[in-house]
């Protein structure tokens, strides 16, 4: 019961990470080893505000966000877009992306030790417990899932009811075709990467209030996305709440079970499933 | 296609060219000449070049699958960690050319069953598998030393000294290229150039691109985990934390870009200053490292993305070329070329 808890909270917070992975990889077609780093910087933006003012982390979502959301933007127009431009084929493309994605990642994991260290941080907000079903948990993580489910149900309400979600989900089943009923690709992409941006500084901002992390975890939580993603599949967004949840499930039981030191491990396994039996993911689209 | 029925035509193009021996001369020449180099310097001198070599012998034998494919391969970490602990846990057990053995296997059997898993898939996958496969396999590794044992590292002793190192990794580094020499003019060679020129084709060629991508990418793999067990000893402690250090991978990958994939010897005109410069920064800015190994990804991508080779050739085109013939491969393969290029226009 424990396990499954954890695991759910766990999950309910590797959702909102993962979304923003999928928005742009999903959407935007361009693969972002530089994700986890966002969402570090975002866990350090609420620490720096916890530690400063004593304010609640959930207010530091109010200046991450939109922080985020600017600077993926400016990285979209800036970094990616000559690639964009230049690239002969989508296979080149990805190449380039890896790899620029990755240089940005050592940039940015660079600038936040030299801003904040190298040390791991965490800070204690509401490390009160809480009592569901007689067992006790850390309050802070139930408030990190309801925060995290309240901003995944309004982006899943926002792709699906209004025409700027529209145009980001036809981009994402087919760029070509959407730009033929006059959807603006180009803008849809920058904005899907933008906001994906902005959607993983806020799982790091929630993550940050109940796990340890340090400059340089960055790639942890980059892989765990990107499985994530694949297991639910590419381009949909119900696929990868599912693989978030099961993620968090695997990953919880593994650490309560054998040993807390193979988290990463019990992922790969379940990555490794999916690419042997079934490649396009959970929801994914069986492409020829 | 399979590799073992030969075309006659096939044989009468590969045949060796007087230019092609005296290339092959020109470089024995440059190995033996390099094998001098412990005789003469000593010291901080043969650190660096002890360096060089183990580099070059990764960023060639990357070159030999990510090269020709377009696969970005960061598993060298994950390879070279397991050459090492295969030698560090036998090295008291078994004489030390049956561990160098051993290694390869292990590191070809470790690269077969993510090769299986990762390459039939679309090329994203592989990279984001093999990125995290060094972090996956020291988890197990600590995991099972914390369950079967109660040390964390193995000590390595042996009376080794730094020339004999030098000689072994350019002995290693002189068969990779062999190997890659060979893996260019073979069949295999020639379906990896069209797999990374377009897999689509590839695939309406009637090539096995799974099989042809497994096989290169076992063995490249494998010589990662022979270099693995050859430095082993000079490292004297293993532990997992050191044995699978994920920057190798990514310090490789930057060598080899850096040099340029299209030649077998671009990764060496890499090697060489990146070594050096790596030195520099280290003892110079030993906290900046990571931002200005990102800061080299971003000018490879940007500034040089075919490496110096890339700008090497553009030069010698500009310059109309003169003694610029081209190779046997690239005799073989313009045909080739021209008509993937037609059959992409008429698609588009």
């Known amino acids: 019961m424990d396990i499954v808890i954890i695991g759910l909270l766990l999950g309910g917070t590797y959702a909102l990470m993962a979304i923003g992975l999928q928005l742009q990889f999903g959407v935007a077609r361009i693969m972002n080893l530089a994700n986890g780093e966002i969402l570090i910087a975002g866990a350090f933006g609420a620490f720096w505000l916890y530690a400063g003012t004593k304010a609640s982390p959930l207010l530091a979502l109010l ?14 127009r800036v970094l990616i877009l000559p690639l964009v431009r230049r690239a002969k084929s989508q296979g080149k493309l990805e190449v380039d992306c890896i790899l620029a ?14 801003v904040f260290g190298a040390q791991y941080t965490d800070y204690a907000y509401l490390s009160e417990p809480i009592f569901i079903f007689g067992e006790r948990y850390g309050l802070n993580r139930v408030v990190a899932f309801l925060a995290s489910a309240v901003i995944c149900a309004a982006l899943y309400l926002w792709l699906h009811k209004t025409r700027t979600g529209l145009a980001l989900r036809a981009v994402s089943v087919n760029p070509s075709a959407a730009g033929l009923v006059s959807i603006n690709v180009a803008r849809a992409s920058a904005l899907a990467f933008a906001l994906g941006g902005a959607v993983t500084a806020a799982g790091g901002v929630l993550l940050s209030m109940y796990l340890t992390f340090d400059a340089s975890y960055g790639v942890v939580f980059t892989l765990k996305a990107l499985i994530i993603v694949i297991l639910g599949g590419v381009g949909d967004i119900r696929g990868t709440i599912v693989a978030a949840f099961i993620l968090g499930l695997a990953e919880t039981a593994v650490a309560t079970l054998i040993d807390p030191g193979l988290t990463l491990a019990a992922a790969y396994i379940l990555f490794m499933v999916v690419l042997l039996v079934r490649p396009e993911g959970l929801f994914g689209r069986r492409t020829a | 296609m399979s590799a073992s029925e030969k075309l006659p035509a096939a044989d009468a193009g590969l045949a060796i060219t007087a230019g092609e021996r005296r290339v092959f001369v020109v ?10 180099v412990p005789l003469v310097f000593g010291g901080y001198v043969l650190q660096v070049m002890v360096s060089i070599v183990m580099y070059a012998a990764f960023a060639t034998s990357w070159l030999l699958f990510s090269g020709p494919t377009n696969y970005i391969a960061l598993s060298t970490a994950a390879f070279f960690g397991i050459g090492m602990y295969v030698t560090a846990g036998g090295i008291d057990l078994l004489p030390y050319p049956a561990l160098i053995i051993i290694s390869g296997v292990a590191g070809a059997a470790v690269a077969a069953v993510v090769g299986l898993a990762t390459l039939r898939v679309s090329g994203v996958y592989f990279v984001i598998f093999t990125l995290g496969l060094a972090e996956l396999i020291r988890q197990f590794m600590t995991w099972g030393q914390h369950v079967f044992g109660t ?3 193995l000590y390595v002793t042996t009376d080794r000294s730094e020339p004999m190192y030098y000689w072994q990794l350019l002995l290693l580094t002189a068969v990779i290229y062999l190997v890659g020499w060979w893996i260019g003019r073979s069949r295999l060679g020639f379906a990896l150039r069209i797999i990374g020129n377009d897999e689509v084709v590839a695939v309406h060629c009637g090539i096995n691109t799974a099989r042809a991508k497994l096989v290169l990418f076992i063995i490249s793999s494998t010589f990662a985990s022979i270099i693995g067990a050859v430095v082993a000893p ?5 532990e997992p934390g050191v044995a699978f250090n994920p920057y190798l991978s990514f310090q490789v990958v930057i060598m080899a870009l850096l040099g340029g994939t299209h030649r077998l010897w671009g990764p060496l005109l890499g090697v060489i200053p990146f070594v050096l410069l790596w030195e520099l920064i280290s003892i110079e800015f030993p906290s900046q490292t990571t931002l200005l190994l990102g800061v080299c990804f971003l ?7 075919n490496g110096f080779t890339g700008l090497v050739e553009n030069a010698l085109q500009r310059r109309g070329g003169a003694g610029d013939a081209p190779s046997v491969a690239q005799r073989m393969f313009d045909p080739l ?5 037609r059959g992409k226009d008429r698609n588009a």
């Open chain 2, 337 to 341: 070329r021209h008509l993937l290029q």
């Open chain 2, 234 to 238: 000079r490292w004297g402690y293993v």
């Open chain 1, 63 to 76: 200046f991450v966000v939109p922080l985020a959301f600017a600077l993926n933007w400016a990285i979209y």
């Open chain 2, 299 to 305: 000018l490879i991508v940007y500034v040089i993305p």
């Open chain 2, 27 to 36: 470089c024995v020449i440059l190995f033996v000449a390099a094998g001098f």
């Open chain 2, 151 to 153: 040390m964390s590292g």
């Open chain 1, 101 to 114: 994605t990755f240089g940005l990642s050592f940039v940015f994991i660079g600038i936040m030790v030299a």
